[in-house]
C-alpha cells in the first residue's frame, strides 16, 4: 500500500506499508547530481554526499557511526547524475531514530573546513582510483562523447581541479539552491505506518525553505563516430551504444526486452556469441539508463588488442539481426521472465521497495505496482522491440568508445 503526504514547504513524504517484515528502509533523496552542477565546481553534489557524514551540531562523525551500529543498523549514501540519497535501514522499533539521524546529517551538518580539506584528498583518491579501473572508466568516456559538453555527459565524481575549488561558501550556496524542500522526498519502506512517521519529519523539516534552481540544458546534436583513449591496459575496454529514451517515455518497456535480449544475461545474444561461441571475451553485456529528458543505450566489453576489431564487429551485427528481424516467441518469452523475476526478486528487499517508490515520486511519476510494471512488461511483442531496435540503432546514431593500449594508433 503506497501513501504519500506532502508538507506546507513543498518536501514530499512517500510510504509503502509492508507489515511482514521486521526492517524499515527510509531514504532522504534529493533531486540534484552532477547533470545540475556548474562545470567549475563539478563533482560538488558527490563531495557534499561525503561531507554529511562528517559532523553535525549534534553528533561528530564518530557519534554518527556508533549510535547506527548501537541500533544494529546500516548507513549509507550515493550520489548520480540526476538524485542524491542519503539511505538507512534498521529494525522497525528504531524507526524515529533513523528518522532524526537522516534529518540531522541534512539539515544540521557543520561542514567544518579541516574536514573540507582532509575530504578532498579523499576524494582525489577516489579519482585517481576510478582512473586505474578502465572497465568503469569506459563507460564515463561512451557517455561523454554521447553527450558532448552536456552535464549529463559529466563525471560525477569531478576532477581533481574542480574539486579544489571548492570550499564552505561554496557548499553553503550549493545547498541553498538544491536542497530544497519541493526538491526533496522522504521515501520509507517497511513495518511502518504514513502517521507514525509524518509527524516525525515535519517536526524536522517544517522550517525547511527555498525553491530549488535545477537547470536543464538542451541536448547537443547527436555525432557519431569512434573514438580511442591510449591507456597502458591489458584488455581494450569498448562501449558501443547510442541515445534511448528518457524516464517518462512508454517505449522504455520494448528496450528493456530488448537490452534483455541482447546483453541482459548469460543467455543473452551478446553472451552467447562473444564469449560461449567465439571465447573472445570474459565479460560483456548492455545496459539501457533513463533520465529525465534522455537515455543511454550501451554495449560493453573486454577484449585482447588482436580481437578488438572483431569483437567490434560482431557486436555492430548483433545490433543490426535485431533491427532486422523479428524476435522469436521463445526469446521474447525468456526475456520477459528474466526482467520480471529480476524485479520482483528485488522486491523482497525493503531497501528496493523504498528506492523504487522515491524516484517514482521524485521525478513525478504515476506510483504504479509492481504488478502494473510486470503488465507492461508481458504486453511487449516482438513488434514493439523490432521497432525500437530500428530506431536506437541506425548507423548514423552510433557512438563507440574505447580504452586501451592504442600506441600505435591515432587517439582522441
Known amino acids: 500500500m503506497y501513501q504519500t503526504k506532502t508538507l506546507a514547504n513543498g518536501l514530499r513524504i512517500v510510504c509503502e506499508t509492508i507489515p511482514h517484515v521486521h526492517s524499515v528502509s527510509m531514504g532522504i533523496w534529493v533531486g540534484t547530481g552532477s547533470r545540475y552542477e556548474n562545470f567549475y565546481y563539478n563533482g560538488i553534489s558527490h563531495f557534499v554526499e561525503h561531507m554529511l557524514f562528517k559532523g553535525t551540531q ?3 562523525a564518530k557519534q554518527i557511526a556508533e549510535e547506527i551500529d548501537a541500533v544494529g543498523g546500516q548507513l549509507n ?3 548520480t547524475k540526476e538524485y542524491t540519497c542519503y539511505y538507512a535501514k534498521l529494525l522497525s522499533q528504531h524507526y524515529q531514530f533513523g528518522i532524526d539521524l537522516l534529518s540531522d546529517m541534512v539539515l544540521n551538518s557543520v561542514f567544518d573546513t ?3 580539506d582532509k575530504e578532498k584528498s579523499v576524494v582525489v583518491e577516489e579519482i585517481n582510483s576510478y582512473e586505474d579501473t578502465p572497465d568503469e572508466l569506459i563507460h564515463d568516456l561512451f557517455v561523454s562523447n554521447l553527450l558532448k559538453n552536456h552535464p549529463l555527459g559529466w563525471n560525477i565524481l569531478g576532477t581533481e581541479e574542480t574539486i579544489s575549488r571548492i570550499d564552505r561558501s561554496v557548499i553553503q550556496d550549493f545547498l541553498r539552491h538544491h536542497y530544497t524542500p519541493d526538491n526533496t522526498v522522504f521515501a520509507v519502506a517497511g ?6 512517521i509524518v509527524p516525525e519529519i515535519e517536526a524536522r523539516f517544517a522550517a525547511m525553505e527555498g525553491k530549488t534552481d535545477n537547470q536543464t540544458h538542451v541536448l547537443p546534436r547527436l555525432e557519431p563516430g569512434r573514438f580511442e583513449k591510449n591507456k597502458d591496459t591489458e584488455q581494450v575496454h569498448i562501449c558501443i551504444g547510442t541515445r534511448g529514451f528518457a524516464r517518462k517515455n512508454p517505449r522504455k518497456y520494448p528496450v528493456f526486452v530488448l537490452d534483455s535480449i541482447l546483453g541482459g544475461s548469460v543467455s543473452s545474444r551478446l553472451f552467447q556469441r562473444l564469449r560461449e561461441e567465439c571465447g573472445l571475451v570474459y565479460v560483456t553485456g548492455s545496459s539501457h539508463s533513463s533520465y529525465r529528458d534522455t537515455g543511454i543505450f550501451s554495449i560493453y566489453a ?3 588488442m588482436k580481437n578488438y576489431e572483431l569483437v ?3 557486436i555492430r551485427e548483433e545490433m543490426n539481426k ?3 528481424e523479428t524476435v522469436d516467441q521463445l526469446e521474447l518469452t525468456r526475456a520477459k521472465e528474466q526482467i520480471k523475476g529480476n524485479l520482483l526478486l528485488g522486491l523482497e528487499s525493503t531497501s528496493n521497495r523504498m528506492s523504487r517508490l522515491a524516484k517514482m515520486e ?3 511519476d504515476p506510483l504504479i505496482t509492481p504488478e502494473d510494471t510486470v503488465a507492461k512488461i508481458d504486453a511487449v511483442t516482438s513488434e514493439a522491440v523490432l521497432e525500437v531496435a530500428r530506431e536506437l540503432f541506425q548507423e548514423e546514431n552510433i557512438v563507440t568508445s574505447a580504452i586501451g593500449p592504442f600506441k600505435n594508433r591515432k587517439c582522441e
Open 58 to 60: 549534534r553528533r561528530t
Open 77 to 79: 549514501a550515493f550520489t
Open 114 to 116: 579541516r574536514e573540507i
Open 191 to 196: 513495518n511502518i505506518q504514513l502517521d507514525q
Open 302 to 304: 573486454g577484449t585482447s
Open 312 to 314: 567490434s564487429a560482431l
Open 322 to 324: 535485431l533491427k532486422d
Open 362 to 364: 521524485l521525478f513525478q
